[in-house]
Nanobody, 128 residues
Framework: QVQLVESGGGSVQQAGGSLTLSCAAS????????MGWFRQAPGKEREGVAA????????YHADTVKGRFTISIDSAKSTVYLQMNNLQPDDTAVYFC????????????????????WGQGTQVTVSS
């Protein structure tokens, strides 16, 4: 079965600080697919953060995080990362790793708020 195992969250970060989240994937049935990060803050809808295509260098970052967050992949380790710099209190949310069959653009996938497979979620808290 597909498993997405996240790590890196759980501790409180100071505004302006940096943090990197990791997502190790296993059991995915396709050679090339989308992987990405979504987040959900209390009382808010799930928001797409960033996505990457495992078969190339293509990636997309939402406007809210562009210039601060960077998604990357280590194919040898089957691991996707989200490097978060200049963290702000508004970044506080549960962050979910996700994977999906290639369908449409990465932007459209992030906007849909849906994915075939999800990680368990990891808490990112940023204090002011």
């Amino acid at each position: 079965q597909v498993q997405l195992v996240e790590s890196g969250g759980g501790s409180v970060q100071q505004a302006g600080g940096s943090l990197t989240l990791s997502c190790a994937a296993s059991g995915y049935p396709y050679s090339d697919y989308y992987m990405g990060w979504f987040r959900q803050a209390p009382g808010k809808e799930r928001e797409g953060v960033a996505a990457i295509y495992t078969g190339g260098n293509s990636r997309y970052h939402a406007d809210t995080v562009k210039g601060r967050f960077t998604i990357s992949i280590d194919s040898a380790k089957s691991t996707v990362y989200l490097q978060m710099n200049n963290l702000q209190p508004d970044d506080t949310a549960v962050y979910f790793c996700a994977a999906n069959q290639m369908r449409g653009t990465m932007r459209a996938w992030l906007s849909s708020g849906a994915a075939e497979y999800w990680g368990q979620g990891t808490q990112v808290t940023v204090s002011s």
